[in-house]
């Protein structure tokens, strides 16, 4: 059988935007297991840790290099009162958590702890303020208390928490799904709200404060438009406004209803394809966005954030509906591939992503069994290491002169190969991925303006779309070396159905700093 052979052709010489390292961040809610359970354990467990801290978990998440966390929501954040979280542990109140399981929490998990966390994984911290029920001035002493020197009221009181020295945090969110848990507000009612909270988020000393505003939900355009329009100055060109500086957006993969989303690990072939279908739509909906801000800001001033985006199934059989806790199969490694090459393409306007959510939430990195405490390495994880040299890269263009092969799904097309390339320090990474569930693929990358040396490939597959990792089986779906074909233009890469594949050598007379 001949399999589909995909030209493409990359201009090695022609360097284009900087893929921004916070593509690639993650995002911990006060939600289930990911905290609690997860992140932190607290200081009388067995398992090692740092001032309750999971070590392993801190360790297998620096070896994706970490950009950034997300903490603590969601939709927690719009209900999360700081000052509750900090001082001596026994002395701090116990709060419900409202959205997720309507458990009590005991605020062991604070700002202080999240801050040693985010020290510990090497990560830039992302705060989300509470907007929704919180005030202005709570969300002004929190910038104050974590990033200001002197002798100021909230200096003070961190000083006498422990902590002398102010730390850096640039990002802050200024609440959460404004449109929903943060608020149910109408668009020119949160920008209104967003104003107010951006103005008295002050930047103190060195620390210059990045401020997100709440966006869309999904293809809600109408949003985008109302925030650019109240939160910049029209003039010879857009000015942004000083208290903001990126909105986001939300888009999650559901194939199914949002009452019966599908299962994690039971579905079939036409469910795999429902589900490409709506991992690549992501791609529109990043150009849409764009599209909007263009109009306002030609100068891309503002950035665009897509701090929660992943896969969301219905929750695995016996465990709390309140949780999120999903498994993760080679299906959502492959979703998570294919976000990667769209974020990628639009890195000009595209300034950071969130994964929803780090351990034991939805689309995972990590896994922790309950009972054991056994730590499992998703699919999903693997594809974040594989593709951690994109960060901080220069985007390097695809042409696809003959297209895709592709496949009819409903009333839709998919695109069954998806790739992306970089360079950064004298070194090219290709990534490469067939969504076919059945049909291998060839691709014959031609490279033009340099060439490669040193070149080596590995790929992530496994026998079926639903295998998935486990305590048993903690490898089940892992990388391992691939080989390629030189040719005379460049290379030639195969493709098995179901795999997501990366390719790497160093540039031709290129010394390792350049």
Request: one cysteine or more.
């Amino acid at each position: 059988m001949t399999h589909p052979v995909v030209p493409a052709i990359v201009n090695l010489d022609v360097p284009g935007p900087v893929i921004n390292r916070h593509l690639y961040g993650h995002f911990a809610e006060h939600l289930g297991r990911c905290v609690y359970g997860g992140f932190y354990v607290g200081e009388d467990s067995d398992l090692p840790n740092a001032g309750g801290i999971r070590l392993d978990v801190v360790a297998a998440l620096r070896a994706l290099d970490i950009p950034n966390l997300r903490w603590p929501g969601g939709c927690f954040a719009d209900e999360y009162h700081w000052m509750d979280g900090i001082g001596p542990k026994e002395r701090r109140p116990s709060m419900v958590n409202t959205h997720w399981g309507n458990v009590e929490e005991n605020n062991h998990f604070g700002t202080h702890e999240f801050m040693e966390l985010c020290e510990l994984l090497g990560a830039e911290p992302y705060i989300s303020g509470n907007v929704g029920s919180g005030t202005v001035r709570e969300m002004s002493d929190w910038v104050e208390y974590l990033t200001r020197d002197g002798d100021s009221p909230m200096v003070r009181l961190r000083k006498a928490n422990g902590r002398e020295q102010p730390w850096r945090v640039r990002f802050w969110g200024l609440g959460n799904e404004a449109w929903g848990c943060g608020g149910h507000m109408r668009a020119e009612q949160y920008a209104a709200e967003a104003r107010r909270y951006g103005t008295y988020c002050r930047d103190h000393g060195g620390n210059t404060l990045y401020r997100i505003a709440a966006g869309a939900n999904g293809a809600d355009y109408a949003w985008t438009e109302t925030l650019m329009k109240q939160l910049g100055d029209l003039g010879c060109a857009y000015r942004p406004a000083p208290f903001m500086q990126a909105l986001s957006f939300h888009y999650y993969t559901i194939p199914g209803t949002w009452q019966d989303k599908g299962a994690a690990t039971v579905f079939d072939t036409d469910d795999h394809y429902r589900t490409m279908v709506q991992a690549a739509r992501v791609d529109e909906l990043i150009t849409g966005h764009s599209n909007v801000m263009d109009c306002y800001d030609p100068g891309r001033n503002v950035g665009l954030v897509l701090d929660e985006w992943g896969t969301w199934w219905n929750v695995e059989p016996g465990t709390n509906p309140g949780f999120l806790y999903q498994q993760n199969t080679l299906r959502d490694a492959l979703v998570a591939s294919v976000h990667f090459d769209v974020f990628h393409r639009h890195a000009g306007r595209l300034v950071m992503a969130n994964i929803a959510q780090t351990v034991n939430v939805l689309q995972a990195m990590i896994l922790t069994d309950p009972d054991t405490g056994a730590l499992v390495l998703t699919p999903t994880y693997h594809v974040f290491e594989m593709n951690k040299g994109h960060q901080d890269a220069a985007s390097l263009r695809v042409d696809l002169p003959a297209g895709t092969p592709e496949r009819a799904v409903g009333d839709a097309r998919l695109a069954t190969v998806s790739m992306s390339a970089s360079r950064k320090d004298g070194r090219a990474l290709f990534s490469l991925s067939n969504l076919d569930a059945d049909e291998p693929a060839e691709v014959e990358l031609d490279l033009r303006g340099g060439a490669l040396t040193e070149v080596s490939a590995r790929i992530l597959t496994a026998g079926r779309l639903q295998d998935h990792n486990t305590p048993d089986a903690p490898g089940a779906v892992a990388p391992r070396p691939h080989q390629v074909t030189a040719t005379r233009a460049g290379l030639r890469v195969h493709l098995p159905a179901g795999s997501f594949v990366t390719v790497t050598g160093r540039l031709a007379g290129t010394g390792s700093d350049t």
